[in-house]
């Protein structure tokens, strides 16, 4: 059974950085892809970045292109989310997601395996 713990959440200031990860255990991974999202108090959870099996292929939310960056390491079977210049409206619990056929990258449905969150929370 795939299990993914995400780690590296906190409280930070507007304008800091901060790098997830997102640890996955339980199984194969290779031609995976892997994903985060996250989730607002009071709103639907969205999609934030997602990286290919090879990491040749990423995908940013508009709101986070330029800001975010997502990597993997496949020898460790982590995926990295490194967030700088991090707003207010950043904050949320962030969920690392991988999944084998995703075909629409950012739709939370495509993924078959979740971890518990990581709350990552922006002081203004």
């Known amino acids: 059974q795939v299990q993914l713990v995400e780690s590296g959440g906190g409280l930070v200031q507007a304008g800091d950085s901060l790098r997830l990860s997102c640890a996955a255990s339980g199984g194969t991974f290779r031609n995976y892809v892997m994903g985060w999202f996250r989730q607002a108090p009071g709103k639907e959870r969205e999609f934030v970045a997602a990286i290919t099996w090879s990491g040749l292929n990423t995908y940013y939310a508009d709101s986070v292109k330029g800001r975010f960056s997502i990597s993997r390491d496949n020898a460790k079977n982590t995926v990295y989310l490194q967030m700088n210049s991090l707003k207010p409206e950043d904050t949320a619990v962030y969920y690392c997601?991988?999944?084998?056929?995703?075909?629409?990258?950012?739709?939370?449905?495509?993924?078959?395996?979740w971890g518990q969150g990581t709350q990552v929370t922006v002081s203004s």
């Open positions: 997601a991988t999944g084998r056929e995703v075909a629409v990258v950012n739709h939370p449905g495509q993924y078959d395996s």
